[in-house]
């Protein structure tokens, strides 16, 4: 009887999911849309006395994005304001809404692999996931590994799709 090989664990390829890494904790986002006068600009001593009024302890280890959502100009004080009511308080605080706020976690992540680990390695990143990790954490995933792995591919062991490989 011959015996059973399993190709993909002899392959040496490492796989890497980034559902794994997915960063835990509520996330929250600020519009302050309706903080502005007449739907236009901010008004300085409004904002300051809304920012004094709210209750920032509700962000407490929350990941926290804030923005304006209406098509406004806004000067980055207003922005600085809230950062400052935020730090110490909020795990993580983005200026921008959302989506930004998970590329920014992902980003961080990523920036914290030890990257040293694929160097000359085969390196498969892992598609499928159940948690909704953003296009751009792909991307940017490539932009670290490329200049250390000897290859990246996309998917799965068993069925990938090449994506770099050193000359």
Known sequence: MEE??????????????????????????????SQLWQ???????????WIASHDWSVYHGKHVAFYCSADAIIQPWA??????????????????????????????????????????????????SNKPVPASAYAYLVGRLQPVAKSIMFGEPCSTVPVFKKA
Not at 39 to 49: S, V, Y
Not at 106 to 111: H, K, M, P, Q, V
């Open 39 to 49: 739907g236009l600009a901010l008004r300085e001593k409004d904002f300051r006395d």
């Open 79 to 128: 922005y600085m304001l809230i950062a400052s009511k935020l730090t110490g308080v909020a795990r993580t605080m983005v200026q921008g809404d959302a989506r930004d706020l998970e590329h920014y976690l992902f980003r961080s992540l990523i920036d914290g692999l030890d990257i040293e680990r694929f160097n000359d390695k085969r390196c498969v990143i892992k598609g499928c």
């Open 4 to 33: 059973i090989v399993n190709k993909v664990a002899a392959s040496g390829l490492v796989t890497i999911d980034l559902e794994e890494i997915y960063p835990t904790g509520e996330r929250v986002t600020i519009d302050f849309a």
